[in-house]
C-alpha cells in the first residue's frame, strides 16, 4: 500500500468513525449556483402551485416568503409551505422575512427563528433597517447593527444562518455600506444577498459584485432596465454570463433565485428557469 493509500484509507475509517460525511467542495470554475425561485414571485399562486410550477420549470430551491405563503405566526401554512416543496422535491434554501432590525423588532424574531426551523430553511433573508445609507443617522445604523447582532444570536441558537437583503433604502444600499454594516454587526453567521442595483450598467454591477463576492450567499436573478421595467431574463444575459462566471470562479455553492417575472406571469417561468441555467452553465 502507498502512502497515499495509507492516508485516503485513514481517512474514510476517520469518517466512519464519527459518521462525519466530507462534503466535496466545487473547484474553480465549476458551476456552483442552484436554480430556484422566491414564492414572493407568484404572491397571488397558493403555495402548492408555486412548487409545482418551479419543480416543472427544472428549478431546485425555493425561498418561501413571510408575507403570504409562510407567515412566521400561522404554524400550519409554513407547514403547508414544507409540504408543498418536500411533495415536488424542491430544497427550501431560505425563508424571506421581513425582519428589519428596527426598535422594539427583535423580540418577534424568534417567532421567525421557529417558522424558518419549521420549513428547514437553513437561512432567513433579513432587512437592514428603513432608510438609506445616506439618510440614516448614526443612531438609526447603530440600533439597526445591534437589532441584527440579537436576531443573528436567536438564529445561531436554532442552527441558522442570516443574510442581508441588498436592496435600496436600506443600510445596504450600496457595497461600501453593506461591508461595513457585516463587520459592525460582526457576526459569523450574518451574509449578504446581491441583486443587480437598479440602473446600474453592467460593469458597474459587477465592480459591485467582485467587491462583495466574499460575502455572498445568493444572488436575486430578474433582468430589470431601465428603472424597474421588467425584461425577459435572457435580454441581460451579458451580465448575468458575467454574474455567474465570477461566481464559479470563487467555487463556492450558494442559491440563485428567480424574482419577479415579467408580467408575474406563471406561463414565463419555464422560459425565465431555462435562461437561469444556462446563463449558470448549469444545464
Do not use: K
Not at 271 to 276: M, N, V
Amino acid at each position: 500500500m502507498t502512502g497515499r493509500e495509507s492516508r485516503d484509507r485513514a481517512e474514510r475509517e476517520r469518517d466512519a468513525a464519527d459518521h462525519t460525511p466530507r462534503s466535496p467542495s466545487a473547484g474553480p470554475g465549476t458551476p456552483v449556483a442552484r436554480p430556484g425561485i422566491c414564492s414572493v414571485t407568484f404572491r397571488r399562486l397558493p403555495a402548492a402551485e408555486v412548487a409545482r410550477l418551479a419543480a416543472d420549470a427544472g428549478l431546485e430551491a425555493v425561498e418561501w416568503g413571510a408575507d403570504v405563503h409562510a407567515p412566521p405566526g400561522d404554524p400550519d401554512t409554513v407547514r403547508a409551505a414544507r409540504e408543498a416543496s418536500d411533495r415536488h422535491g424542491l430544497i427550501c434554501c431560505s425563508y424571506g422575512s421581513y425582519f428589519r432590525a428596527a426598535p422594539g423588532e427583535t423580540a418577534g424574531f424568534l417567532g421567525i427563528a421557529r417558522a424558518a426551523a419549521l420549513l428547514g430553511a437553513p437561512r432567513v433573508r433579513v432587512w437592514a433597517g428603513g432608510a438609506g445609507s445616506d439618510a440614516a443617522t448614526p443612531r438609526e445604523r447603530s440600533g439597526t447593527a445591534a437589532g441584527l447582532r440579537e436576531a443573528a444570536r436567536i438564529a445561531a441558537d436554532h442552527g441558522l444562518e442570516l443574510a442581508l437583503e441588498f436592496h435600496g433604502g436600506t443600510l445596504t444600499d450600496t457595497v461600501a455600506s453593506t461591508v461595513r454594516l457585516l463587520d459592525e454587526v460582526g457576526a459569523d453567521n450574518l451574509r449578504t444577498y446581491w441583486q443587480p442595483p437598479q440602473n446600474a450598467p453592467t460593469e458597474e454591477a459587477l465592480a459591485g459584485l467582485r467587491a462583495l463576492v466574499e460575502r455572498v450567499s445568493a444572488v436575486h436573478v430578474f433582468s430589470w432596465w431601465p428603472g424597474n421595467h421588467r425584461l425577459p431574463l435572457a435580454d441581460r444575459a451579458d451580465l448575468w454570463s458575467e454574474v455567474f462566471g465570477l461566481l464559479n470562479a470563487r467555487g463556492v455553492p450558494l442559491d440563485a433565485l428567480l424574482e419577479f417575472v415579467p408580467g408575474d406571469d406563471p406561463a414565463v417561468l419555464a422560459r425565465e428557469a431555462g435562461t437561469l441555467r444556462r446563463v449558470a452553465a448549469r444545464r
